[in-house]
């Protein structure tokens, strides 16, 4: 190996060490289930298990999420067994993977190793990433299929993206969102082309719908599934299933402690709380421990004004990269303003952080064409790793002083 694609190669190397490394620490703490884990890790030992979704009691459960996610969780504990560690690891290495992505993506877009680099720093030093890395829940399993769809379409390797973007919706409905901002990127809309036309709806409609309905051959293929007879047949039975999975979203519109309207989501507005208890042994009378999923502020609070800046340079350029930022931006962020009556938690947005950060490259690119600014972009870079350093006792549920706790809590809004 040459020294110039060592040099290359070294720096990403160190920071997937760095965000594997955090992801694995401790990740059978804390014991028990966490937050929405008592759903998703019993359902995915289920599935394992029986193919399908099925209760204690061996009853079939009305789940709301398709499978997918839940095969992901569920081949971890296959793995490692039904605990701590077994349910959470698969969450460990796909949020590995996300960082490792969004470097290749950052080099397909911009052309450069140093802003590569950076993103994928950003990512590993971000404390929502890193704690939706150590749970067993679906959207960073969400995040990663959405960021993979995203490197094919920009590779123009439409039916791989399409391909993904069907096993992102077979994790959450959410995904399909995206699924219109891909074809419009990838036809023009202002000329008649009717073949091109039927290739994208090939691409991205008719071949996720089938990835989609792969993801539920546990279901189809057993006997024992919610509704699974409520048909004249498997797919009628399925079409029913869905309907009521969809009535229970529009509907879902429950008082929650720490439910978080989008509006507030870029600002940090309201974190979510996932564990937080009050142990001895910290040395002071009175301790805390808590894993609140929060991005780190330094990050987050900048990516706003890469947004608008973003945003600029497309109403005045129509500059494509701008274009593909914003469209990711636009997919994963703005449906959810359509159902704002509905509960929502601020977590929902780590399908947007990849986008945000960016944002964050795309102003720093620009500030690179005008003059030599990598020592002022590798110190906002160590800002954001102070920042993340210093949230890290409650990113990762480490016992500190009440103290400690309350002076990390920059917002009324985040207690």
Known sequence: MTRARLREIAPISL??????????????????????????????????????????QG????????????WLIGIGIKIFGNDEFGWR???????????VLIYLITKELFKSVFLSNIAAALM???????????????DIFLMFFILLAFYFLIKNDLW??????????????????LIPFFILLTINYLEIEPVKWLKRAAQFIFLPSL????????????SGGWDRQSGSNVFTSLWKYHIAILNFHRSLAETHSYAANPWSWLILGRPTSFFYETPNGCGVSSCSQEILAIGTPILWWAGIFAIALTFGFFVSHRDRIATLILAGIAGTYLPWFLIQGRTTFYFYAISILPFLILALIYAFNWALKYGDYRKQIIIFLALVALNFIYFLPILLGIEIPYSQWISRMWLNSWI
């Open 15 to 56: 920071i997937i060490a760095f965000a594997l490394i955090l992801r694995l620490w401790r990740l059978n703490l804390p014991k028990g289930y966490i937050f929405d884990e008592v759903y998703y890790a019993k359902n995915a030992n289920s599935l394992i298990r029986n193919g399908v979704e099925l209760n204690a």
């Open 59 to 70: 009853q079939a459960e009305f789940i709301v999420h398709p499978p997918l996610g839940k």
């Open 89 to 99: 690891i698969s969450a460990a290495v796909i949020g590995t993977l996300s960082v």
């Open 124 to 138: 590993a030093f971000d404390g929502l990433a890193l704690v939706m890395s150590r749970v067993a829940l679906l």
């Open 160 to 177: 791989l993206s399409g391909a993904v973007i069907g096993l992102a919706a077979a994790t959450k409905w959410s995904a399909v969102f």
């Open 211 to 222: 990835i989609y309905l792969i993801s539920w051959s546990g279901w189809i293929f057993t």
